[in-house]
């Protein structure tokens, strides 16, 4: 036989059309280990850079024609893989690491491998849910509303930290200016010490050096954000929100951006689960028994909502009516998380219905 006929026939491929291939990643800022699984066999588990691109190429060219569906948890990338994969035909989700089934010897042996094959077991067997994603410019004004929130914890440090040298040093604060904030009054008395040691002073100097940057971009985030309140994208909702009691202009504009669309919950329970005001609960047989709030939550708003409960129980009455009451049996803390569910459960029904918040009605 001619060797040129072998030569110039063409090779066949096979198609891998109506097959579904499930890719678990752990994604790091420098490699990925990507576990691949055919339906619901496993292939194999393999490291590449940290490409969109690279994995796009790897799968087109193993699996041509197939679906590719992939996963991998939230952490320091955010959703920015889930966009590129997205964009390349890769039908990508992000999971909360809890939600990740885990078995304890995976628990005792954790890698990079055993992450990534865990993630991909799961999705083929279809046990994950995933994390909402919000648009670009929600996500864009999240980082500023975070930001400022980053501001507000540097000043709380720059204080604990001259607290502690003061109490070191052996240095009273004068009763006017021990406050849990910082005043221009505290910054000019700090900045008019004049104690014997060099270094003390110097250090002490530093510090109000930072706070007062820190300040300057606390007034200028707090511009932003009051601008960003106004804009045509929030101002409706944000009047809605800002009418309930105790929530300001960081509450609302918090819930704005972390929150996004509120109609992605279709029910108050399923939006009361995500921000975590319900109690958990332990059962057993025929013993059910209630346990304090859920460790999961979402860690900026249910704080927020829990500080508005105590504005609120000072501004409406139906709802310091029901506090009174709840003490007689309850601690005040216990009490608040309480007041706090329900008003949580008012501002998803004026949110949803875009009417204002109606103080002293029963509902």
């Known amino acids: 036989m001619d060797t040129n006929i072998i030569t110039n026939q063409k090779k066949s491929r096979v198609s891998f059309f109506g097959q579904t291939i499930y890719l678990g990643i752990d994604v790091h800022k420098k490699n990925w280990s990507v576990t691949v699984y055919l ?10 850079e940290s490409k969109s691109l690279v994995l796009a190429n ?3 060219s193993h699996f041509p024609g197939a679906v590719y569906k992939a996963c991998y948890e939230a952490g320091f990338c955010g959703f920015s893989v889930q966009r590129e994969l997205s964009s390349l035909g890769i039908d990508c989700i992000v999971i909360n690491p809890a939600d990740v089934p885990q078995t304890n010897k995976g628990s005792l042996s954790k890698t ?15 046990m994950l849910n995933p994390i909402h994603i919000p648009d670009r410019v929600t996500e864009a004004d999240r980082q500023l509303i975070r930001y400022h929130k980053k501001i507000q914890v540097q000043l709380q440090g720059r204080r604990k930290s001259l607290k502690s040298i003061f ?14 904030y910082w005043t221009g009054n505290f910054v000019k008395w700090l900045r008019s010490l004049a104690l014997a040691e060099t270094s003390l002073n110097k250090t002490i100097q530093l510090i109000v050096d930072d706070v007062e940057v820190f300040r300057k971009r606390l007034l200028e985030t707090n511009k932003l954000i009051r601008e960003l309140s106004v804009s045509d994208r929030y101002s409706e909702v944000f009047t809605v929100l800002s009418s309930a009691p105790g929530i300001g202009i960081i509450t609302a504009m918090t819930m ?17 689960s995500f921000i975590g005001l319900c109690p958990s609960e332990f059962s057993s047989g025929e013993d059910t028994r209630k346990g304090g709030m859920t460790p999961r939550n979402h860690s900026a708003i249910r704080p927020l909502i829990i500080e508005a409960a105590w504005i609120a129980i000072r501004t409406d009455p139906v709802l310091a009516l029901k506090f009174n009451e709840l003490i007689v049996t309850r601690t ?3 009490a608040i998380v309480v007041i706090a569910r329900k008003l949580l459960s008012r501002i998803y029904c004026i949110w949803t219905k875009k009417q204002e918040y109606e103080k002293g009605i029963l509902k």
């Open 256 to 272: 704005l951006t972390e929150i996004g669309n509120i109609e992605r919950f279709d029910t108050f329970a399923r939006f009361n």
């Open 112 to 126: 990079d491998a055993s992450d990534s094959k865990r993630l991909a077991i799961a999705l083929s067997k279809g």
């Open 167 to 180: 109490h070191i040093a052996g240095v009273i604060i004068p009763v006017e200016h021990d406050k849990p």
């Open 58 to 60: 790897y799968l087109h």
């Open 39 to 48: 339906g619901g066999t496993f292939f194999q588990t393999f490291h590449q």
């Open 332 to 334: 005040k803390k216990r």
